[in-house]
């Protein structure tokens, strides 16, 4: 089995493989008509088979009783046709111009009451159409107005900050004040913050370490 594997792969590459299932092989379960004859058949006569007599008077009772059936039909549909176009013609002839008209004005009369019905569910439609519009827009408007006003408190409120916090702001005037102040009132950083962001500032200031290295 091992051997026999082995030489399949061998004749069997991928390269082989690959260019066998780029075609397709046809197979024909009779002989191609472009063949011809077999030379084995080419003066062969076929047996004709016989039938029996009874089959033979049924198949022609079958056959006869199908056209006669047949037949019929096609003369009904003829006789039909026939019928429609007389009274078509009939109608068509006995017509006079005042009725061809009335009925040309029976016809214009449907189709303006048809076009005024639907001229009127089209102005419905886009009255509608036209208050939901209007109303969208109205709402839009609201909105866009509450929107500026709020803006505009926003910005009120961040100017009157601004203000407050401008009366500690250090100018020309008043710079030679705030040095004075500095001076006499200096700011420590050395603070510490707890996990929960609580400030803790430091009373007194540490002396500075003195470094005594031993010799």
């Not at 609201?142 to 961040?158: M, N, S």
């Amino acid at each position: 089995m091992a051997n026999l594997a082995a030489a399949f792969t061998g004749v069997f590459t991928k390269a082989r493989a690959v260019a066998l299932l780029q075609y397709t092989t046809v197979r024909f379960r009779r002989k191609p008509r472009w063949l011809g004859t077999a030379k084995s058949k080419l003066f062969r006569v076929p047996e004709r088979k016989k039938q029996i007599e009874e089959e033979i008077e049924e198949l022609k009772r079958l056959h006869n009783n199908y056209r006669t059936q047949m037949k019929a039909v096609r003369n009904f549909l003829r006789d039909e046709v026939e019928a429609y176009k007389l009274v078509s013609r009939a109608g068509l002839v006995l017509q006079t111009p005042e009725q061809e008209e009335a009925e040309w004005q029976e016809a214009l009369r449907r189709n303006e009451e048809w076009n005024q019905q639907t001229a009127a569910k089209r102005e419905e439609r886009l009255a509608a159409e036209r208050a939901a519009r209007k109303e969208y827009i109205l709402e839009r408007l609201v909105l866009k107005e509450q929107r500026e006003g709020d803006k505009k408190e926003q910005i009120e409120a961040k100017v009157r900050v601004e203000k407050e916090q401008s009366k500690t702001f250090i100018t020309r005037d008043n710079i030679d004040k705030a040095i004075e102040l500095a001076l006499v009132q200096p700011t420590s950083f050395n603070f510490a913050l707890d996990r929960d962001g609580n400030l803790h500032r430091a009373t007194t200031d540490a002396a500075p370490k003195e470094n005594n290295p031993q010799s």
